[in-house]
């Protein structure tokens, strides 16, 4: 099969397309075929190694102390079982799915083994392959936010870093919860009203402005809660999503100031239900992750500078099907070019929220 392989640490240019063999699962594994998986920042990091200090030391003890010992990256993905192992039960060949992958070898390759117990879901039939790939990852950052912060409808939200994944997935998902969304983007304002957010303002702007939210959530690192209570109500939550380790208490600390507190809106319950509630809404319409580019994978040295530069705004994702074979086919009339972003109106959001919360 072809994969993207990495055999030494470094930047886009060691990443080659191989032949390699095709795995074989054991008995509890299941193999998939792989039809399009993504390039996040994490993937970029195992990469290049671009780690702070003992984070870095521990990375290589991991992952390979000279050289790789994984030499395929990815974790999203989507796809066919193709075959499962002799005390798989859950799964069975021709099932779609999309999730995490948790075997020794990532999702950058036309086949990828996950276990019985992986962090995956069916994939709606409403939903393309591509866009099935891009949901775990942000989609499940912004369900445990909406979680950890205890965000009910008509509460107001401000997402910084909102045309990012998780940013992204946040600004959707709220929405269709029901809070009154403002999303802090440089770019087309479109785009962010098209996910649901009421109001769009620049970092300048927000830097600036005076008026104050029910929740604050960073989805990019760039601030800090003793930076940003001053945006908060009496009572007001800032949700920290994504920033370095390494800077975390400094972000963070003091964790209260009043009635303002901070929450983490780091995944930490179990992704299967995650998976199975973004799942539901995707397939009803209520959700779709906003994506950046669509790659094959002869190209995926390009997703990598993308993601690495920063530049994405959404996912970046790679597709493994053939060209010639994806033409024609019910899943490529799925991905014309330009996606709808005007989706479903706030309906029943909380239910499904508090259900996922169980």
């Known amino acids: 099969m072809k994969a993207a392989v ?8 060691v990443i080659e397309i191989a032949d390699v063999p095709k795995p074989v699962p054991k008995d509890n594994e ?18 290049s190694l671009a780690l702070p200090g003992l984070f870095r030391l521990a990375a290589r003890l991991i992952f390979g102390f ?16 193709e075959a499962v192992g002799a005390r798989v039960a859950r799964f069975k060949s021709g099932d779609a799915l999309f999730g995490f992958a948790d075997g ?9 083994l996950v276990t019985a117990n992986a962090a ?9 392959f591509v866009e099935a790939a891009a949901i775990p990852y942000g989609g499940c950052d912004a369900l445990q936010s909406l979680r950890a912060a205890s965000v009910r409808p008509g509460e107001t939200m401000l997402v910084l870093g909102a045309s ?18 403002t999303a802090v983007s440089n770019e087309d304002p479109t ?6 957010a009421r109001q769009v303002i620049t970092y300048q702007e927000f830097k600036k402005g005076s008026e104050t939210y029910d929740v604050v959530a960073d989805a990019a690192g760039w601030t800090s809660f003793s930076a940003t209570k001053h945006a908060l109500n009496e009572n007001g939550r ?9 800077s975390l208490i400094a972000k963070v600390w003091p964790w209260r100031k009043g009635g303002k507190r901070v929450v983490i809106g780091v995944p930490i319950r179990a992704q299967v239900e995650n998976l199975r509630v973004l799942a539901e809404l995707a397939g009803a319409g209520r959700f779709r992750p906003l994506i950046d580019q669509i790659h094959v994978l002869d190209r995926i040295r390009e997703a990598h500078v993308r993601v690495e530069q920063r530049r994405s705004h959404g996912s970046v994702v790679v597709r493994m099907v053939a060209d010639e074979e994806y033409a024609g086919t019910a899943e490529g009339r799925l991905e014309t070019p330009g996606y709808d972003l005007h989706l479903s109106p706030a309906s029943g959001g909380e239910d499904v929220l508090d259900r996922a919360a169980e």
Not at 66 to 76: C, D, H, S, W
Not at 238 to 246: D, H, P, Q
């Open 104 to 112: 020794k070898a990532g999702t950058h390759a036309e086949y990828c």
């Open 120 to 128: 995956v879901a069916i994939k709606p039939a409403s939903v393309s």
């Open 66 to 81: 000279r050289r790789p010992t994984r030499a395929i990256l990815g974790y999203e993905f989507s796809g066919v079982v």
């Open 238 to 246: 800032f949700v920290y999503l994504r920033g370095r380790a390494s």
């Open 164 to 181: 990012g994944v998780s940013g992204s997935a946040l600004v959707r998902l709220a929405s269709d919860f029901g809070a009154v969304v």
């Open 30 to 47: 299941v193999l998939v075929r792989v039809h399009a998986a993504t390039v996040t920042p994490f993937d970029c990091r195992l990469r």
């Open 6 to 13: 990495y055999r030494r640490y470094g930047g886009p240019e």
């Open 191 to 196: 785009v962010m009203t098209g996910l649901g």
